[in-house]
């Protein structure tokens, strides 16, 4: 047969061998899948997340190996489509200065808190999503939901993490400057817990980036794969609240934090180390 097929007969037996043998990537994409099974959100998980997952359960393994490992099993990502911004600017308000300047890092928690509007399409109408993002663990501390854009959904939201977090004084949120942010009540909730407004410009969606990646992975990690055109307003509201609040702040790795915790565990143990020291 050999002599047929013009085939080497010692590489016809050691291809025999090889082939009985499990390759280290085959072992390597077993872990890799007892990772995704964890929980079905974790499908969603790419390379540097999986490595992340692999280093805490122990496993020595490298970037490209991984990477190589999800190319060979078809689980390599897409990428993400990006957000449309929705905000209208009020030319005719005082406009805050840009505290932030594109530096998302933070020493602390509630330092810096970021906040946006991102609009869903549903069934029975859009719905729009208000988020209070702190930079110092991606965190995010509050969430108002609603069926319109007005300035009491951004309230709404600002009021839910000052009252979570019951931080001292000076923190800095940051938005655009669209109308709702702009608006006499809005600057007076901001007043009223003495923390300090940053804006940035509408449009310029590299000055509230950390934000629009939020958004961004929101939508390509569930909206989008769930076809909420189909779904109603109360129906998406529940999704998002349980993706947001109890996966992604406590089960989602975080490849931005130190051994890609999650974000409320980030926070947790940052301010208990804090405590006792």
């Keep these: 047969m050999c002599k047929i097929l013009s085939v080497n007969e010692k590489g016809y037996y050691k291809k ?3 082939g009985k043998r499990i390759l280290k990537w085959q072992k390597l994409l077993c872990e890799i899948h007892k990772v995704l099974n964890e929980d079905v959100n974790n499908d969603n998980y ?8 692999l280093q805490q359960k122990g496993i020595k393994t490298s970037l490209s190996s991984v990477r190589r490992a999800m190319r060979k099993g078809n689980l390599v990502k897409p990428n993400r489509r990006s957000p449309d911004g929705l905000t209208k600017k009020d030319k005719k308000a005082m406009q805050p200065e840009n ?7 933070a020493s602390k928690p509630n330092e810096k808190w970021l906040t946006d509007i991102t609009q869903v399409n549903c069934k029975d109408g859009k719905l729009y999503i208000a988020p209070i993002f702190d930079c110092f663990s991606g965190e995010i501390v509050s969430l108002a939901m609603d069926r319109n854009m007005k300035k009491e959904l951004c309230i709404s939201a600002l009021e839910a993490a000052f009252k979570a977090r019951k931080p001292k004084t000076g923190v800095i949120v940051h938005s655009d400057a669209g109308s709702q942010y702009t ?11 003495k923390a300090i407004q940053s ?3 509408v449009g310029k969606c ?3 980036a950390r934000m629009e990646s939020f958004f961004a992975t929101l939508k390509k990690e569930k909206l989008y794969k769930i076809k909420t ?3 109603t307003v109360e129906e998406v509201k529940t999704v998002v609240f349980q993706y947001v609040m109890v996966y992604y702040n406590r089960k989602r790795i ?7 915790l999650p974000p409320s565990i980030y926070r947790e143990r940052f301010e208990a180390q804090s405590s006792v020291a």
């Design 206 to 208: 590299y000055d509230n």
């Design 183 to 193: 608006s006499y009540d809005y600057k007076s909730t901001i007043g009223k817990y």
């Design 46 to 53: 790419g390379a540097k997340r999986i490595l992340l997952a």
């Design 229 to 231: 055109e189909k779904m």
């Design 199 to 201: 804006m940035s410009d």
């Design 99 to 105: 505290l932030i300047k594109r530096d998302f890092t």
């Design 254 to 260: 975080t490849t931005v934090n130190p051994d890609g």
């Design 16 to 18: 025999l061998k090889v």
